[in-house]
């Protein structure tokens, strides 16, 4: 079945600098997804990329989707404490409409 | 209105008790899920509806039933659960091919 990894597991960093996790695929996915879930809350739906080599931004977030659609990034730019949480990507592939969501980067920001 | 409510938002229940958990959204969002999330790992699929009919169901246990009463409702009816089974319930909802707006939760504890 549709794989989707995601690294790092964890990454600490201090505040103000730049942040990037990184998504990978086994197969073609039809789009990517990515969402932030706060400790204690729930996912929250950032944004959908569909088109091959796409590349999105929000304020300090920056959303790439891989020319071949089998990879993704998000990049934070100067990190700040309301960055913390966990950010999931989920990639729709094979056929399915269902996305598969990667095991999360979980992000710490030091003050 | 973007909400996805669910009730309640914690429950602890006996391994012989029934228990019934409640999700609505009014975005007319024609896809509803349910997730289940352990501590530190991705959201695992349950089940989908689509128009209202169960389409995927993701070989879960009997023992959580899956009812959708009408296009804005989502009900997931709990029986004889195991200590295992603890963990937070996510339902969500989603344009087929969009992206999925979460609801907070119910945090569930089977004693």
């Known amino acids: 079945g549709q794989q989707v990894m995601q690294i790092p597991q964890y990454q600490h960093v201090q505040e103000g600098e730049d942040f990037t996790t990184y998504c990978n695929s086994s197969t073609t996915l039809s789009n990517i997804q990515w969402y932030k879930q706060r400790p204690g809350g729930h996912p929250v739906f950032l944004i959908q990329l569909v088109k091959s080599g796409e590349v999105k931004k929000q304020k300090r977030l920056t959303f790439q989707f891989g020319e071949a659609k089998k990879n993704s990034s998000l990049h934070i730019t100067a990190t700040q404490t309301t960055d913390v949480g966990t950010y999931f990507c989920a990639g729709r592939g094979g056929g399915s409409y269902i996305p598969t969501f990667g095991r999360g980067t979980s992000l710490i920001v030091h003050p | 209105d973007t909400e996805v409510t669910q009730t309640p938002k914690h429950l602890v229940m006996g391994m012989t008790n029934k228990k019934s958990l409640k999700c609505e959204q009014h975005?007319?969002?024609?896809?509803m899920y349910w997730y289940k999330q352990k501590a530190k790992k991705p959201p695992e699929l349950m089940f989908v509806?689509?128009?209202?009919?169960?389409?995927i169901n993701e070989s879960v246990p009997s023992r959580f039933s899956p009812e959708c009463p009408n296009s804005s409702l989502l009900n997931l009816h709990l029986h004889a659960l195991q200590p295992e089974d603890s963990a937070l319930y996510l339902c969500?909802?989603?344009?087929?091919?969009?992206?999925?707006?979460f609801g907070q939760g119910t945090r569930l504890t089977v004693v």
């Open positions: 969500a909802s989603s344009h087929p091919g969009g992206g999925a707006f």
């Open positions: 509806y689509s128009y209202e009919k169960l389409s």
């Open positions: 975005m007319g969002h024609r896809a």
